[in-house]
């Protein structure tokens, strides 16, 4: 829910992983 500003969609359970 914090991977928003990277322009990815945001994942609950890491939004670490979803700097694609």
């Given amino acids: ?3 928003t500003y ?3 969609e945001p ?3 890491d939004p670490t992983l ?3």
């Fill in 1 to 3: 829910q914090v991977a």
């Fill in 6 to 8: 990277l322009g990815v």
């Fill in 11 to 13: 994942s609950v359970i």
């Fill in 18 to 20: 979803d700097d694609d």
